[in-house]
């Protein structure tokens, strides 16, 4: 009898349980990377949107998988609000004032969320405590107080483009600010504009003023009559004062020096004001073309951010340049070695 | 105007009868079905426990042990393949680690299963089919009914349950090489680290990827089985019809197991 037939059932025997024992070890050996039966630390978060997040999405810290996402939803607030745990090893390094980042990449490779720890060494917070994420003021207040560590991303395009993005920010609201001002400027008969309301207030302030100085005019008549008699009295102040042997004539016995000064000044003054005169209505002629170049402007720069948004988020050069593999040409010389 | 009007009748007449002959044969081929694995039931209780344990050792040996070598040689090669171009591919767009999802979607959840069914199918179904179509033309089918053995538990049972074991036996098999040996097979050509291969395949590899291969092999073997013995007990009296009952089965098998592949993947992302 054939060996094969005659010993089957030890075969088949063998051959059963090598696939038992193997599908065992695999399944064991995946309970064990995969922490089955490990400790997870559990968390909250808060985002100002969902996409790009997903069950089961890992949150990173230095290049570790440290975490999961296990639950998200839209709370009453209309916020993003994920549940997450953090592995039993990392869980030690959640200090107090850590927040999440959730970066995503434009081309569709997905997204990653990130960890960055508080910039005080504290106890680790504790299980299902809230950590903010940068994508609300509470995040990005601690990183503006500087309590938490934002690490430096080694992708240097992704490190020039953090870098000019707070300038790229302040700079779209210098000129958001400068184009509602422009605005306010260009309509002032509106009433409810801020220069309307200054006109409004100025008229209103003439008024009272000049109420006053009927009302104060009696008293006004009285100082004027003193001061009528203080310069009558030749005892006075005002008497010594004009003296020719005073101090006043001696300080404008000086050959006419102070006057030639003073009349200078207030000629350069006089054409300083012409030309400010000039500059305002040039201004005020060229102002749609300024607004609208500003407008341009912020444009341009947002189309800036969007690139270098872009550029931050293309794998193809965050991968940097490939190296290229120098091919050996098929020409070859008539006279070298060989022939 | 009498021609046209014949000929709808004659065409719907065609269409009713073609519909009444299918309905019937479903029927039938459910009954059949039913039949097996009423009988298995019994087999597995040991109602019945003598006379089938040959025939079911003998048909893992044909079916699971000696197609090993072949699974071996597949799913090295086709785990080798995706290791190497995927990685060259992935590389080249900074995604690299992806090489180890897409191999397990391929070799764990899609091709794993249906390769081996197709292995089988060409092998053991087509044994099959024409083994009992020789046994009906021989007239042993009506010998072991007039010694009142049900031909059904004593042939079919043993066969459907050597074919769906071994099917879930061939199918792990498949996934050890595929996942494990190819990674052997890549060492001579782009080498990896062993410690980070292992670590990202079982980072990626989840229990439902392991059971949904699993469900899939189980339910392939059962279908190549119970429809290889149905073509072989079609055969009625002619040596001739084998031939034809035994493509019909390995024809119908294959169409069989894509569609039950189709189902059981949009039943996992559903």
């Not at chain 1, 995040?139 to 500087?146: D, E, H, K, M, N």
């Not at chain 2, 009868?17 to 097996?36: C, H, K, P, Q, T």
């Not at chain 2, 199918?121 to 089919?129: D, E, F, L, N, Q």
């Not at chain 2, 040996?181 to 229990?207: A, C, H, R, W």
Request: aromatic content about 10%; overall charge neutral; some cysteine.
């Amino acid at each position: 009898m054939k060996f094969k037939i005659q010993f089957a059932s030890e075969i088949v025997g063998i051959f059963a349980l090598i696939a038992i024992i193997a599908l065992a070890t695999i399944l064991i050996m995946m309970g064990i990377n995969q922490r089955w039966f490990a400790r997870n630390y559990y968390y909250t978060s808060r985002f100002a949107s969902g996409k790009g997040l997903e069950q089961g999405m890992s949150i990173n810290f230095k290049g570790f998988e440290i975490g999961r996402i296990t639950d998200i939803y839209l709370t009453d607030e209309n916020d993003v609000e994920i549940k997450f745990y953090i592995q039993d090893k990392y869980q030690p390094k959640v200090f107090e004032n850590s927040v999440l980042q959730h970066t995503s990449s434009a081309l569709g490779f997905g997204g990653d969320l990130i960890f960055h720890q508080g910039a005080q060494q504290t106890n680790p917070l504790e299980e299902f405590s809230y950590i903010p994420s940068l994508d609300l003021p509470e995040g990005r207040y601690l990183v503006t107080r500087g309590l938490v560590k934002i690490a430096r991303d080694e992708d240097a395009i992704t490190r020039v483009v953090d870098d000019v993005e707070p300038i790229l920010e302040n700079v779209n609201q210098l000129l958001l600010s400068l184009n509602t001002t422009l605005t306010a400027l260009n309509d002032p008969g509106a009433g409810d504009s801020a220069l309307g309301d200054v006109m409004k207030n100025l008229v209103r302030t003439t008024g009272d003023l000049s109420a006053f100085l009927h009302q104060a005019r009696p008293g006004l008549n009285a100082i004027i009559d003193n001061l009528g008699n203080m310069t009558g009295d030749s005892r006075g102040l005002v008497t010594k004062l004009l003296d020719p042997k005073g101090s006043l004539a001696t300080l404008l016995d000086d050959n006419n020096r102070l006057f030639d000064q003073i009349e200078g000044i207030l000629r350069d003054a006089a054409y300083s004001m012409g030309e400010v005169r000039g500059f305002s209505t040039t201004f005020t002629t060229a102002r749609p073309q300024i607004l609208e170049l500003l407008e341009e402007g912020r444009q341009a720069v947002r189309l800036s951010q969007d690139v270098l948004e872009g550029l931050r988020n293309n794998p193809l050069l965050s991968g940097g340049i490939t190296p290229r593999l120098e091919a050996p040409t098929t020409q070859q010389g008539y006279r070298d070695e060989v022939f | 105007m009498m021609a046209p009007v014949c000929k709808l009748r004659e065409f719907l007449r065609y269409l009713g009868e073609a519909s009444i002959r299918y309905a019937r044969e479903s029927l039938y081929a459910a009954g059949y079905v039913f039949e097996i694995h009423k009988r298995t039931f019994r087999f597995l209780r040991h109602i019945q426990p003598k006379y089938g344990y040959r025939v079911f050792i003998m048909q893992m040996l044909f079916t699971g042990f000696e197609a090993l070598w072949i699974i071996a040689v597949i799913s090295l090669a086709l785990g080798a393949l995706i290791i190497i171009q995927g990685r060259s591919l992935l590389i080249q767009v900074g995604q690299g680690t992806l090489v180890y999802p897409i191999l397990i979607m391929v070799i764990t959840r899609e091709l794993g299963p249906l390769l081996t069914a197709f292995v089988i199918i060409a092998r053991s179904g087509t044994a099959m089919a024409t083994e009992l179509g020789y046994s009906v033309v021989s007239h042993e089918i009506e010998a072991y009914v007039s010694f009142g053995i049900n031909p059904i538990g004593y042939l079919i049972v043993p066969r459907f349950l050597g074919v769906t074991v071994s099917m879930v036996i061939l199918n792990l098999y498949f996934n050890i090489f595929g996942l494990l040996g190819s990674f052997i097979v890549t060492q001579f050509i782009k080498p990896l680290q062993m410690n980070e291969y292992v670590d990202n395949l079982l980072s990626y590899l989840t229990p439902a990827d392991v059971f949904s291969s699993l469900l899939k092999s189980f339910i392939f073997g059962a279908i190549i089985a119970c429809t290889a013995t149905y073509y072989g007990f079609r055969v009625e009296r002619s040596p001739t019809e084998i031939p034809q009952m035994a493509i019909k089965a390995v024809s119908r098998s294959f169409i069989l197991c894509i569609l039950a592949d189709a189902a059981i993947t949009l039943v996992y992302y559903i």
